[in-house]
């Protein structure tokens, strides 16, 4: 047990000390991308030639989440405590860890697979949420420890009121990363300001959006930033209680993050009293079950009660009425994960970092037709073009870059002419996408927009909840008018009834699911007009 | 597959277990919902209607919250089973194709089983391995990168299993 700052210390110290021997570090990623390709395996592989060397005392081998470059996975690093310099190995494949050994064994470095980590992939991006991430063991929470994990909890635990953890967050300019960009410290307030019995802290990590997995990345990169971020709302808010929300198709976070409860709770770190506070915060998870409607706050929130996750009418808003009719805050898992830092580092440091508007930085999963796809953080403010031709080494194959799009199945498409968009909340809602969660999705020459809004409109669709009118009706209409431009069977009529509908969806349902729904198609009719137009046939 | 009584006892028990340990707590039905598919392969009515009883909730409850959801089967799976993501990365990088590629081969629908119960072919919205797209998980391992051919590969080294 763990009962003071002081202890927490002596536990890094000690863990520390002890690995200060072992010099060598051989980091496995076994994040979902190195995962699917065998590193587990080469990590059993490694493992066991360390054995065998009986090289153990000087080198060890660590399974580690994301790095980054998921396009090149299965990646591993190496890095010498002493020197500091570590060197990233790409696509590694079993025939490679003989010399990878070999290249611990004598210090000769291993000279193909070799992946450059000053290129732009890695130089260009400013991590905060992510700087743990491929380098801490997320099994073990003392590795998180020895990483001052913690050290925040149990230092404002010990010198800070909760108004002044509220202060500092509002200060931050922290916004909510689950797509809305709410500001985190308002809606910490409100739900701090409510007297009641019970209140409770919701972690959204259900991760709707088909195309991204910046969550999932988080959550089985570094799980125990998570809870901390969460217990420092807990605190923040008055809430003894948390529920992490997950997608049940998820089952690497899942176990990472279950892990995570039962060690911090082990400590101490979670539990009644902590650090000898009055301050008690206990972390549950429940698993969604493959409906994107869930992500919604009041949906995920009758979710977690075991109903159908039908969403209702706002207000009664959540910091009132939320989970077993609580006060109740719901964050997104980037969110939570930003929580530390902020009161590590200060307000001022946090908002230093990105635009007047939007500070501190964004994860994006950057995919689709793009040479380095994968995870990347930047500050916000980073302009398209850098993140699609620094960041993202440009498209593939010589094709020309058409458009992206962000925001998934709620965002809207981006043309070339406006790559110089400093991407942050407002500047993308101005161009008519949203930020949303976090996916871009890079679409080059040969993309079919037309065929993409209907991809996005039949999604919403089978998603809808069914529960109003506009939505459930809406979309289906929606998607039978797009069938026709896909067919090129449309009349110019369709075209009118498409822009109309959109409307009518978008203003009259009832959640955020349809009320976006009819983003893609706007989006894309503003900037590829010509491909609907494409679909109108003449006879 | 064992989906005839006899052995089906056990698996009740089983059940019965995990609903204990969450305390047969109407608020936890979607976990119970999870715990029974882990342990049956699918929902079926006689097991939804055991939940329903044991819970205390009415079964129209319980039948409207495992429909609600797409990750609960109401139907067995067949021995081998394959999910092609649709989430817009894979789908961006041909996704569909493979898996119009597989409904024509196999002549069933996403979603179905063979008569043979060999194959079920299913559907995911993200799998969360983007980078990797087009992904479809074989047996539950998944494969990236995949052309439509080589996702035809892969499907029949499955089945030759
Ligand atoms: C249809 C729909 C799906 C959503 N999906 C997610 C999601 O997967 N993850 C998430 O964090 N927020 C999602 N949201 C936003 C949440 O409702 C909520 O605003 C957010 O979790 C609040 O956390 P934040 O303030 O930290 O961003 C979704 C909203 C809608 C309308
Ligand atoms: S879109 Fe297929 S893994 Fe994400």
């Known amino acids: ?109 291993v000279t193909h697979k070799h992946c450059d980590i000053t290129q732009d992939f890695f130089a260009a991006q400013t991590k905060i949420v992510l700087e743990n991430a491929g380098i801490i063991d997320p099994d073990d929470i003392e590795d998180y420890i020895a990483h001052d994990g913690y050290k925040t909890l149990f230092e404002t635990l010990e010198n800070k009121l909760p108004n002044e953890v509220i202060e500092e967050i ?163 898992v980037e969110t939570l994960a930003n929580i530390v ?104 020459e040969d993309a079919n927009m037309v065929e993409l809004a209907r991809f996005f409109m039949d999604f919403c669709k089978s998603e809808s909840c069914g529960k109003c009118t506009p939505c459930r009706v809406g979309t ?22 498409l822009q109309n509908l959109s409307h009518v969806v978008k203003d009259t349902s009832l959640c955020g699911l349809g009320q976006s729904a009819p983003n893609p198609v706007l989006s894309t009719l503003k900037y590829f007009e010509n491909e609907y137009l494409e679909g109108i046939s003449n006879d | 597959m064992q989906t005839q009584l006899g052995s089906s006892d056990d698996r009740y028990k089983l059940l019965e277990k995990s609903m204990k340990k969450l305390g047969y707590d109407k608020n936890a039905l979607i976990e119970i919902l999870h715990s029974a598919q882990e342990t049956f392969g699918y929902l079926d009515k006689e097991t939804l209607k055991f939940i329903a009883k044991r819970t205390k909730s009415p079964y129209s409850k319980v039948y409207g919250v495992a429909t609600f959801y797409h990750y609960f089967r109401l139907k067995p799976k067949g021995l081998h089973n394959a999910v092609v993501c649709l989430g817009t990365a894979c789908y961006i990088k041909g996704a569909d194709k493979i898996l119009t590629s597989f409904e024509e081969k196999f002549e069933i629908k996403v979603g179905a089983t063979t008569r043979d119960e060999l194959l079920s072919l299913l559907s995911a919205r993200c799998v969360g391995s983007c980078s990797l797209a087009p992904v479809v998980l074989f047996d539950n391992k998944p494969k990236g990168n995949l052309t439509t051919e080589e996702a035809m590969q892969k499907m029949q080294e499955m089945l030759n299993d």
């Open chain 1, 170 to 332: 509002k200060k931050s300019g922290l916004r909510g990363r689950g797509g809305g960009g709410f500001y985190t410290g308002l809606k910490w307030e409100s739900v701090a300001k409510v007297q009641s019995e019970q209140k409770y802290i919701i972690c959204n990590g259900d991760e709707g959006d088909p195309g991204a997995f910046m969550d999932r990345a988080l959550m089985e990169a570094d799980p125990h930033r998570i809870l901390e971020g969460m217990a420092l709302a807990g605190y923040a808010c008055g809430a003894d209680k948390g529920y992490i929300y997950v997608r049940a198709e998820y089952p690497i976070a899942v176990e990472k993050l279950t892990r995570a409860i039962k060690q911090a709770k082990k400590l101490g770190i979670l539990g009644e009293n902590i650090a000898h506070s009055n301050f008690s915060f206990n972390v549950e998870i429940r698993l969604g079950a493959g409906a994107f409607v869930c992500g919604e706050a009041t949906a995920l929130i009758t979710s977690i009660e075991g109903n159908r996750g039908n969403p209702r009418q706002k207000p009664p808003h959540l910091s009132d009425y939320g989970l077993f009719g609580q006060p109740t805050v719901l964050n997104n």
């Open chain 1, 341 to 444: 830092p902020i009161l590590k580092r200060g307000a001022q440091w946090f908002k230093s970092i990105g635009t007047a508007s939007s500070s501190g930085t964004k994860v994006f999963a950057l995919t689709g037709h793009i040479q380095n796809s994968g995870l990347v953080e930047v500050a916000m403010g980073t302009t398209l073009r850098t993140l699609i031709y620094k960041i993202g080494g440009g498209i593939p194959h010589g094709k020309k870059f058409k458009a992206i799009q962000t925001g998934g199945p709620s965002g809207g498409c981006i043309p070339e002419s406006l790559l110089d968009l400093e991407v942050d909340y407002e500047s993308l809602k101005k161009v008519g996408s949203i930020m949303g969660s976090g996916g871009m999705i890079v679409m080059d």
């Open chain 1, 476 to 497: 289906v209409q929606l998607t039978e008018l797009l069938d026709k431009f896909v067919h090129k069977k449309a009349t110019k009529k369709d075209l009118e009834l």
């Open chain 1, 1 to 109: 047990m763990i009962n003071s700052l002081e202890e927490l210390e002596a536990l890094a110290n000690t863990k520390r000390c002890n690995e200060q021997n072992c010099q060598e570090e051989l980091r496995v990623c076994v994040g979902s991308s190195c995962a699917s390709l065998g590193s587990e395996n080469l990590k059993e592989i490694l493992d066991a030639a360390i054995k065998e060397n009986d090289i153990s005392d000087a080198c060890r081998v660590k399974a580690v989440g994301c790095n980054g470059l998921c396009a090149k996975a299965p990646l591993i690093s190496h890095c010498n405590r002493a020197t500091k310099i570590s060197i990233l190995y790409e696509e590694v494949e079993e025939a490679d860890l003989d010399e990878l050994i070999q290249s611990v064994l004598n210090a000769a470095p």
